[in-house]
């Protein structure tokens, strides 16, 4: 294999072969890939062998973990269609052994674990990091007793800010550049009123620097979109997300102003409705092990998960 410097055009290619399978995770997002610092982009490389796309990365220095393997390159899933998996990741431990590197392997789905063979490799999971899929008609029509509270919440919004006091009332809509100001200070306003540890705190961090990058490339980019709820004159939610070749409609960031009673289950009805109808499965990422995110997950009832196993060659 040879790897060289990751490049914007490499996408493109990225995108062939993820249009010929059902992955349901987020890891070949550029917006993914970019707006994290775990991932390093900077260091991010790719390789192409036997009709199969690598890519590996040198993490942060603030995550390297020498005790779990995360102590040199880490590799994305290898990308290629499902009969070609298994040949996937055996070329790839026998280049790392040549090179007399661990194989350490992040983010692996079940469905690829199933495939390879446990004499040759070790399978570790975090469910802190399983992305929650839902069936998009799910957060579109609400239907049934369990999203009863749901379908109250988001009459109450609609009725309550339905008028304002320029009588315009709510307005979701596509995000514009001139509303780049007032959704950095609903992010920045949310993150004031919460307390993280020290790992969420990066992660916030991380996010600020996402949604900042992500804004910059709305209207230039067809994958990636973003909408807002506007009531009087302030935004009041912003939500941003991409269809992945492969057919998934993600939601990476989703933020509101809980002073504005059922925000939240407004803007994630109206942005699957507007944008997720006609895909396949919606990735609403992790909860990262915090109580109230996964409570809040769980209550939209998901379909499944995307589970994530570092797979190590033994």
């Known amino acids: 294999?040879?790897?060289?410097?990751?490049?914007?055009?490499?996408?493109?290619?990225?995108?062939?072969?993820?249009?010929?399978?059902?992955?349901?995770?987020?890891?070949?997002?550029p917006l993914y890939l970019k707006g994290w610092k775990f991932?390093?982009?900077?260091?991010?490389?790719?390789?192409?062998?036997?009709?199969?796309i690598y890519l590996r990365f040198l993490p942060h220095a603030e995550y390297f973990d020498e005790?779990?393997?995360?102590?040199?390159?880490?590799?994305?899933?290898?990308?290629?269609?499902?009969?070609?998996?298994?040949?996937?990741?055996?070329?790839?431990?026998?280049?790392?052994?040549?090179?007399?590197?661990?194989?350490?392997?992040?983010?692996?789905?079940?469905?690829y674990v199933r495939l390879l063979d446990s004499?040759?490799?070790?399978?570790?999971?975090?469910?802190?990091?399983?992305?929650?899929?839902?069936?998009?008609?799910?957060?579109?029509?609400?239907?049934?007793?369990?999203?009863?509270?749901?379908?109250?919440?988001?009459?109450?919004?609609v009725e309550t800010y339905s008028t304002s006091a320029d009588g315009?009332?709510?307005v979701f809509r596509s995000y514009q550049p001139s509303d780049y100001d007032k959704v950095m200070q609903l992010i920045s306003g949310w993150q004031s009123t919460k307390s993280f540890d020290?790992?969420?705190?990066?992660?916030?961090?991380?996010?600020?620097?996402?949604?900042?990058?992500?804004?910059?490339?709305?209207?230039t980019c067809p994958r990636c979109f973003a909408d807002v709820i506007e009531y009087d004159g302030k935004i009041i939610a912003f939500s941003m997300g991409e269809i992945t070749a492969s057919g998934v409609g993600i939601t990476h960031i989703e933020?509101?102003?809980?002073?504005?009673?059922g925000?939240?289950?407004?803007?994630?009805?109206?942005?699957?409705?507007?944008?997720?109808?006609?895909?396949?499965?919606?990735?609403r990422q992790e909860d990262m092990g915090l109580e109230g995110l996964r409570r809040s997950k769980r209550s939209l009832y998901p379909v499944g998960w995307a589970q994530k196993y570092a797979v190590i060659a033994k």
């Open 1 to 29: 294999m040879q790897f060289r410097r990751i490049e914007d055009e490499d996408f493109c290619e990225i995108d062939k072969i993820l249009a010929k399978t059902e992955y349901n995770g987020s890891e070949y997002s």
């Open 39 to 52: 991932f390093n982009f900077e260091s991010m490389q790719i390789a192409y062998e036997n009709e199969a």
């Open 67 to 111: 005790e779990n393997g995360v102590d040199g390159y880490v590799y994305l899933p290898p990308l290629a269609t499902i009969d070609k998996i298994k040949a996937a990741y055996d070329d790839l431990a026998e280049f790392c052994l040549s090179q007399g590197e661990k194989m350490y392997v992040m983010s692996t789905p079940e469905e």
């Open 119 to 157: 004499d040759k490799y070790n399978f570790v999971i975090n469910h802190d990091y399983d992305e929650y899929l839902y069936d998009p008609r799910d957060l579109i029509y609400l239907e049934g007793k369990k999203y009863h509270s749901k379908r109250n919440h988001i009459k109450r919004f």
């Open 168 to 170: 315009k009332g709510y």
């Open 198 to 219: 020290e790992e969420y705190s990066d992660a916030e961090a991380d996010e600020y620097k996402l949604v900042k990058m992500a804004l910059s490339r709305v209207g």
């Open 255 to 261: 933020k509101g102003d809980i002073a504005y009673n």
């Open 263 to 283: 925000v939240y289950p407004a803007i994630c009805q109206m942005f699957a409705k507007k944008h997720f109808e006609n895909c396949r499965i919606v990735n």
